[in-house]
């Protein structure tokens, strides 16, 4: 009797198969990185929001995927000569034990906020032997999400001093911004609009970050709000045999309040 495969082992001898140019799948054959991709990225999504709805069960089956997403640019690149599974698991093992010396090695610090410092010094020292360059915000990924991105760009520059001093500071650039979106309204110049609506995201996005709000995550939840709302709206104008095509805004904005005094009881 042969012994099983270990699970990992498993995952990654049936990419095999699946890539195998000799009776492996079609789909799986003419996939690319660029092509993988945005499943990576939609299951990492997926991950989350099996995290916030609490449910066990489903973030062990969107791991798995994720694991999988993994698994199928290791495989990509081995196939390119250019690295395997074992090289993405060593180096993600040797960055944490460079960036953890208060752990693996004798270093200690005095409290979290110290801890913090040193690890953003000691991520810039990477950024500056992986790139050559200097630049606080080199490695920050095109790829996020917009107000990610603007988290990410302000936390950087704030490592060196250039940030706000507190929040009421923000909430001046913010009146500010507001202002310069109803100028580029009243100019009627839609370039200019979308330049200024940019900036004043941009600098909502700097006020969470002063208040340690997650940007994203407030946004998300926001959307959730809405949706939960706007279903409240449809399910109540559908029990009254009413169509909301033909509902007046004031009768939708009614049922709106309606729906969020039932969240505030």
């Known amino acids: 009797m042969t012994e099983p ?11 095999e198969r699946l890539r195998d140019p000799d009776g492996g799948c079609p789909w799986d054959l003419e996939q690319t ?25 489903e973030l062990k ?36 034990i ?15 906020e110290a801890q913090t410092l040193d690890w953003e010094r000691l991520k810039a020292t990477e950024r500056k032997e992986k790139t050559g360059s200097d630049s606080l915000l080199d ?29 009421s500071r923000v909430l001046e650039k913010v009146d500010e911004e507001l202002a310069e979106v109803r100028e580029a309204i009243d100019l009627n110049d839609s370039d200019k609009i979308e330049d200024e609506i940019g900036d004043l995201l941009f600098v909502c996005t700097n006020l969470a970050r002063k208040l340690k709000v997650d940007s994203e995550a407030a946004l998300r939840r926001a959307n959730a709000k809405f949706e939960r709302r706007f279903r409240y709206i449809e399910k109540t104008l559908k029990a009254q045999a009413r169509d909301i095509r033909k509902t007046s805004l004031d009768d939708m904005e009614a049922l709106w309040v309606e729906a969020k005094d039932e969240e505030n009881r």
């Not at 990185?33 to 069960?57: C, K, L, N, S």
């Open 5 to 15: 495969e270990a699970p990992l082992e498993r995952l990654r001898s049936i990419m």
């Open 33 to 57: 990185f660029e092509t993988v991709a945005p499943y990576t990225i939609e299951e990492a999504y997926e991950v989350d929001d099996a995290i916030r709805r609490g449910d066990m069960a």
């Open 61 to 96: 089956n969107e791991l798995g995927d994720l694991l999988l997403q993994v698994v199928f640019h290791a495989r990509m690149a081995e196939e390119a000569g250019l690295f395997d599974l074992d090289d993405v698991a060593n180096a993600i093992s040797d960055k944490m």
């Open 98 to 112: 460079s960036r953890h010396p208060h752990v693996f090695g004798d270093k200690s610090y005095a409290d979290q």
């Open 139 to 167: 490695d920050v990924p095109l790829a996020l999400p917009g107000l990610k991105r603007a988290q990410k760009l302000q936390k950087r520059a704030a490592t060196v001093g250039f940030d706000w001093p507190d929040a």
